[in-house]
């Protein structure tokens, strides 16, 4: 006998979000599509494949193994890149919920948002904005690696959200889903509070140096803190066709954010280090684009930026160190070269290797 009721649970799913979901909500069953059409699965909807499809994804794993402010870490407690995507996703869907909106495609923008980002953090990432002749900026690499390098064939919907996560809080994300609008104010409520837990904990800053006028607003402790962030926004946009701060919430979250990069992200302690990733970066590209013209002598010089950029960037913070160790520190036996994927980018970007 024909088993009827599997394919009826997306589809239940799907109806319960149109029912139930708020008119501005993005509805699975409404999706836009992806580049290639592929079978519904009998299960899940489609936001839902997209978020296991992230999950699953080698670049996704990677993340816990760069830098979100502190350079190769010793301490356990310091936020990486993927603890920060976590937390950005819990903050993300807890906003989503209480709007009745989409929580599947909320979770699946938050969890992709950075997995374009580069070893060491954003000093990397300006390192290879420096290298690249078209710069490089990191939510747009996020969509080369769910389109190109990885190419898991996302919806339309997140990948839009995952484009448009970074930018000022001045400016309203250009996403065109809420779902999408509400990742970038989540990225930023996750990152200013964890990074002052972190900045902390590093001993850059103590809580009295925090300005005072922000912390009376919203409160000392991080849970007070995140908790007023997060209800102004369901208080200023529960059953609105936006998701937005209050006017007063945004000025005082902007003053703690210039704040943070005056005294934290531009600190001297912080950034000690920042010379020594430049260097690492930049001999890397050097090393590896000589490799590839090496091997492939005719390569379009457009396309080899590129290949060693994808490759690159896709590196962890201690695969960089130790790569720059194999080729730029003596050693009394050779490393084994296992630079094989360099390769297979090669073959992305249309070089013939």
């Given at each position: 006998?024909?088993?009827?009721?599997?394919?009826?649970?997306?589809?239940n799913?799907?109806?319960?979000?149109?029912?139930?979901?708020?008119?501005?909500a993005a509805?699975?069953r409404e999706?836009?599509?992806?580049?290639?059409?592929?079978?519904?699965?009998?299960?899940?909807?489609?936001?839902?494949?997209?978020?296991?499809?992230?999950?699953h994804?080698?670049?996704f794993?990677?993340?816990?193994?760069?830098?979100?402010?502190?350079?190769?870490?010793?301490?356990?407690?310091?936020?990486?890149r993927?603890?920060?995507?976590?937390e950005?996703s819990?903050?993300?869907?807890?906003?989503?919920?209480?709007?009745?909106?989409?929580?599947d495609?909320t979770?699946?923008?938050s969890?992709?948002?950075?997995?374009?980002?580069?070893p060491?953090?954003?000093?990397?990432?300006?390192?290879l904005?420096?290298?690249?002749d078209?710069?490089?900026?990191?939510?747009?690499?996020?969509?080369r690696?769910?389109t190109?390098?990885?190419?898991?064939?996302?919806?339309?919907?997140?990948?839009?959200?995952?484009?448009?996560?970074?930018?000022?809080?001045?400016?309203?994300?250009?996403?065109g889903?809420?779902?999408?609008?509400?990742?970038?104010?989540?990225?930023?409520?996750?990152?200013?509070?964890?990074?002052i837990?972190?900045?902390i904990?590093?001993?850059?800053?103590?809580?009295?140096?925090?300005?005072?006028?922000?912390?009376?607003?919203?409160?000392?402790?991080?849970?007070?803190?995140?908790?007023?962030?997060v209800?102004?926004?369901?208080q200023?946009?529960?059953?609105?066709n936006?998701?937005?701060?209050?006017?007063?919430?945004?000025?005082?979250i902007?003053?703690?954010?210039?704040?943070?990069f005056?005294?934290?992200?531009?600190?001297s302690?912080?950034?000690a280090?920042?010379?020594k990733?430049?260097?690492i970066?930049?001999?890397?590209?050097?090393?590896?684009?000589?490799?590839?013209?090496?091997?492939?002598p005719?390569?379009?010089?457009?396309?080899?930026k590129?290949?060693?950029?994808?490759?690159?960037?896709?590196?962890t913070?201690r695969?960089?160190?130790?790569?720059?160790?194999?080729?730029?520190?003596?050693h009394s036996?050779q490393?084994?070269?296992?630079?094989?994927?360099?390769?297979t980018l090669?073959?992305?970007?249309?070089?013939?290797?």
């Open positions: 006998m024909k088993d009827t009721l599997t394919p009826n649970i997306r589809e799913i799907e109806q319960r979000e149109i029912d139930i979901l708020s008119p501005y509805k699975s999706t836009a599509g992806r580049a290639t059409k592929e079978e519904p699965c009998s299960i899940r909807t489609e936001y839902q494949r997209d978020k296991d499809r992230i999950i994804s080698k670049a794993r990677r993340l816990k193994h760069k830098t979100q402010v502190f350079f190769s870490p010793t301490n356990d407690h310091y936020r990486t993927m603890t920060h995507t976590l950005v819990q903050i993300a869907r807890t906003i989503a919920r209480a709007l009745n909106l989409n929580e495609l979770e699946a923008i969890l992709g948002h950075d997995l374009g980002h580069t060491f953090g954003h000093s990397g990432e300006d390192v904005n420096e290298i690249m078209e710069g490089f900026r990191h939510s747009s690499h996020s969509v690696v769910v190109k390098i990885e190419n898991l064939n996302l919806t339309k919907e997140t990948i839009d959200g995952i484009l448009h996560h970074s930018g000022s809080l001045e400016h309203e994300s250009k996403a889903t809420l779902e999408g609008k509400l990742v970038k104010l989540s990225d930023k409520i996750a990152y200013i509070n964890h990074d837990d972190d900045a904990r590093a001993g850059i800053i103590k809580e009295e140096n925090l300005p005072q006028d922000c912390i009376k607003y919203f409160a000392i402790e991080r849970n007070e803190r995140i908790t007023k962030m209800s102004d926004i369901i200023n946009s529960y059953g609105k936006y998701v937005k701060m209050s006017e007063e919430s945004l000025f005082y902007n003053k703690l954010r210039t704040w943070m005056e005294n934290v992200y531009t600190n302690i912080a950034k280090e920042e010379w990733v430049t260097g970066i930049n001999s890397l590209f050097e090393y590896y684009e000589k490799m590839l013209k090496d091997r492939v005719f390569a379009d010089e457009k396309s080899v590129l290949t060693v950029c994808d490759y690159i960037a896709g590196m913070d695969y960089a160190i130790q790569k720059y160790s194999d080729f730029f520190i003596p036996l490393s084994l070269n296992n630079d094989e994927f360099l390769f090669a073959g992305i970007n249309g070089i013939p290797v």
